[in-house]
Structures are given as structure tokens and as C-alpha cells.
């Protein structure tokens, strides 16, 4: 089975900051690494798939970068709407691993 | 739009089973998958299975493989999650998500949530 890490597991930053979550799989999942946001007492919400695309509706500070094995999420300019928790996910595989989740707050 | 919702709260006694609907608006019911994650409190995601609601196919993760059944209404745009044998860890917020098929497959919405409490 893949294992999937990130990386940190929690990071403080401020408003226009730039944030940077990392995402690493056990094994290649070539492009197949979609990311979500989740807000407390929310349910998560997609933000990229196929590693770099962008899901409608999401603001373009949002990007997404990798191959293989090594992943990133890219905050450009953090807003206040944007403290909450990411996870990374493969579907590369049928068991849709997600990663722990990296917390960002103030 | 696109929208998920889910039934309510439920509380249930270890042992017992407990069903959780998912009904769809603002799309073709038959053209998603419906996926079922589930999240302890102040824990991560654990993907639980898949159900073409088109052909009533299934997969489950073998963690809930045995324990777990997704079914269907197609007449009223409804998925279905049934855990049986429920035990104490069983305790979680379970979400269905609407897979799609665009680069790789991504959950591109989400229903709100069903809290189910198991407890003696």
C-alpha cells in the first residue's frame, strides 16, 4: 500500500504570506494527487486535482506543483479564509490514501 | 448546484448497525459515483469505499470490507452507507463525496457530514 506523509504538520503564518505544504508518497503516483481544504466542523473541499489544475471556484493564490513521489501546495498571499487544514491525496491507487493533514493558523 | 446532503445525527450502541443516506441534487444522479470517507474527532480522512450508483458496482477498502454495504435509490437520487457490528472507534463524522474522472479521480463535492456516536 502506499503511505502518504506532509509536511509540516502544522505551521503559523500571517495574512500575505507565502505557505508552502509538501505532500510525499511511499511510491510514484505519477500526476494522480488531488488536495482539499477542510475548515473546522466543515466537510473538505477540493481546491486541485491531477497535481496542478486548478477546481472552479478556487482562487488563483492556490497552486499546485509535482510528479512522482514529491508534491506541493503553494499559498501565494495567505487571506484570513485560508486557516484551516489540507490534505493531499493519491488516486493513483484504489485506496485513495490521504495524507495526515497540515494545519495552517494564525 | 451541485449539492449532497445527508441525514442527521445518529447514536447507536456498540453492535448495532447504522445507515446514513446521501441524496443528490443539481446533477445526474447515475453519471457519479457516490464515495464514502469517514473522520474521527481531530483526525484525518480514511476513505471507506465507492458505489456506481448506474450499475450498483461497489468497492470497499479492505478495512471495512465485510463490515460495510453501499446501496442505492435511483428513483429519489439517494446513496446509501450501511455499517454493521459498530464498535466504539466507529465514532466519527462520515462524509459521501461525488467522484469524477477528469485527471485521475477527485471528490469534487462533498455532503456536510452525519455524526454517528457509538456509545453503551
Known amino acids: 500500500d502506499i503511505q502518504m506523509s506532509q509536511s509540516p504538520s502544522s505551521l503559523s503564518a500571517s495574512v500575505g504570506d507565502r505557505v508552502i505544504i509538501t505532500c510525499r508518497a511511499s511510491?510514484?503516483?505519477?500526476?494522480?494527487l488531488n488536495w482539499y481544504q477542510q475548515k473546522r466542523g466543515e466537510a473538505p473541499r477540493l481546491l486541485i486535482f491531477?497535481?496542478?489544475d486548478l477546481q472552479d471556484g478556487v482562487p488563483s493564490r492556490f497552486s499546485g506543483s509535482g510528479s512522482g513521489t514529491e508534491f506541493t501546495l503553494t499559498i501565494n498571499g495567505l487571506q484570513r479564509e485560508d486557516f484551516a487544514t489540507y490534505f493531499c491525496?493519491?488516486?493513483?491507487?484504489?485506496?485513495?490514501?490521504f495524507g495526515p493533514g497540515t494545519t495552517v493558523d494564525i | 448546484q451541485v449539492q449532497l446532503v445527508q441525514s442527521g445525527a445518529e447514536v447507536k450502541k456498540p453492535g448495532a448497525s447504522v445507515k446514513v443516506s446521501c441524496k443528490a441534487f443539481?446533477?445526474?444522479?447515475?453519471?457519479?459515483?457516490i464515495n464514502w470517507v469517514r473522520q474521527a474527532s481531530g483526525q484525518g480522512l480514511e476513505w471507506m469505499g465507492w458505489?456506481?450508483?448506474?450499475?450498483?458496482?461497489?468497492g470497499y477498502s479492505p478495512t471495512f470490507q465485510g463490515r460495510v454495504t453501499m446501496t442505492r435509490n435511483t428513483s429519489i437520487s439517494t446513496a446509501y452507507m450501511e455499517m454493521t457490528r459498530l464498535k466504539s472507534d466507529d465514532a466519527a463524522v462520515y462524509f459521501c463525496?461525488?467522484?469524477?474522472?477528469?485527471?485521475?479521480?477527485?471528490?469534487?463535492?462533498w455532503g456536510q457530514g452525519t455524526l454517528v456516536t457509538v456509545s453503551s
Open positions: 463525496a461525488r467522484g469524477s474522472k477528469r485527471r485521475g479521480y477527485e471528490f469534487d463535492s
Open positions: 511510491q510514484s503516483v505519477n500526476f494522480y
Open positions: 491531477g497535481s496542478t
Open positions: 491525496q493519491e488516486s493513483f491507487t484504489t485506496l485513495l490514501t
Open positions: 443539481g446533477y445526474s444522479f447515475t453519471n457519479y459515483e
Open positions: 458505489m456506481n450508483p448506474n450499475s450498483g458496482r461497489t
